[in-house]
């Protein structure tokens, strides 16, 4: 059931989705969103639990370490010892698009896992990014050899170009280059916000629905160019 809601909040985001795209950050864009349906308190925690990983990662870690040795480390603490997954029996669960509760349920779709990832990931200056591929989003990690894609969803599976392309493929889509390009703060809050429309659309929250048209349609609008 859909909770009353804080039109304040609301329109702060809205606010914020109308910015130029150099003003549109991620961390912020997320917080923000989630702060149409959760307090304060409860986006705080958030906040403090992402840090968290971060500084107990920072002390397994060795700044030496090859990147890839760096993304094992920090799959294994993320998914086998934390349990981080992704939500198959509920995926369509609005919670999943919240950062705050899939931080709390450790659960969660494609692309919010990955905005945790990324989170935890800046934090210790790793040269990740978001991929929105169709109907699936993953994480673009540089490596000293090029590149690797981490599929979060999947437990950190890590993933080449072409085992990237496959499933692009397998999904019904003819490959283009730009579907593998990283995605701009701007993009990733526009899909968060595409996924929550749909999910309201269904569950017939019309109030709600409206306002994620309304996310969506400035996160597209002419400052997104």
């Known amino acids: 059931m859909i909770a009353s809601i804080d039109f304040q909040s609301h329109e702060r985001f809205l606010d914020y989705c109308r910015r130029p795209s150099d003003q549109i950050e991620l961390e912020e864009g997320v917080w923000l969103l989630a702060q149409t349906r959760y307090s304060t308190n409860n986006i705080e925690r958030g906040k403090i639990e992402i840090n968290r990983h971060a500084v107990e990662l920072s002390r397994r870690m060795d700044p030496d370490a090859a990147m890839i040795d ?80 981490i599929d979060v969803f999947n437990q950190g599976e890590i ?42 659309t269904k569950k017939e929250h019309p109030t709600e629905t409206r306002w994620q048209q309304e996310f969506i349609k400035a996160l597209n609008g002419p400052e997104a160019s």
């Open 159 to 200: 993933l080449t170009r072409d085992d990237c392309i496959s499933l692009i493929r397998r999904a019904g889509h003819a490959y283009r280059s730009e579907m593998l390009k990283p995605s701009s703060a701007r993009e990733i809050l526009a899909r968060m916000c595409g996924n929550l429309f749909a999910i309201y």
């Open 70 to 149: 760096w993304l094992g480390v920090m799959n294994d603490y993320l998914f086998n010892e934390l349990g981080f997954h992704g939500d198959r029996e509920d995926y369509y669960n609005e919670q999943n698009s919240y950062l705050n509760r899939a931080l709390d349920r450790r659960a969660g779709i494609p692309i919010s896992l990955c905005v945790i990832y990324l989170l935890i990931g800046w934090r210790l200056r790793l040269r990740i990014e978001g991929v929105g591929m169709p109907g699936h989003f993953i994480c673009r990690a540089a490596t000293e050899d090029g590149e690797t894609f």
